[in-house]
């Protein structure tokens, strides 16, 4: 059974920081891309970043410049580094990764879920 599970999630004041974890659990051959994502009230889920198995990493331009997304391959476990949070950036993050289980084909799993919220 493959788990992903987000922490770091809490309420902060507009300009703080957070740092948010995922760690993928299991029966695990690979871990392939992985990924952020978040969904704010109302919203759509939306991209935030993702990274390659070898640390390639794209960004949303609406977090360039002030996020920053990195794995730990040895640990199993994808972060991202938030900094100068706005209000905008309120929302549910979720992790994703496209694992090779030890048993069945490639697929993409997701977290449950680590809410942000970011005071004005």
């Known amino acids: 059974q493959v788990q992903l599970v987000e922490s770091g999630g809490d309420l902060v004041q507009a300009g703080g920081s957070l740092r948010l974890s995922c760690v993928v659990s299991?029966?695990?051959?690979?871990?392939?891309?992985m990924g952020w994502y978040r969904q704010a009230p109302g919203k759509q889920r939306e991209l935030v970043a993702t990274?390659?198995?070898?640390?390639?990493?794209k960004y949303a331009d609406s977090v360039k410049g002030r996020f920053t997304i990195s794995r730990d391959n040895a640990k199993n476990t994808l972060y991202l580094q938030m900094s100068s949070l706005k209000p905008e950036d309120t929302a549910v993050y979720f992790c994703?990764?496209?694992?090779?289980?030890?048993?069945?084909?490639?697929?993409?799993?997701w977290g449950q879920g680590t809410q942000v919220a970011v005071s004005s």
């Open positions: 990274i390659t198995n070898g640390g390639s990493s």
């Open positions: 299991g029966n695990i051959i690979r871990i392939g891309d």
């Open positions: 994703n990764a496209r694992i090779n289980p030890l048993w069945g084909s490639s697929n993409v799993y």
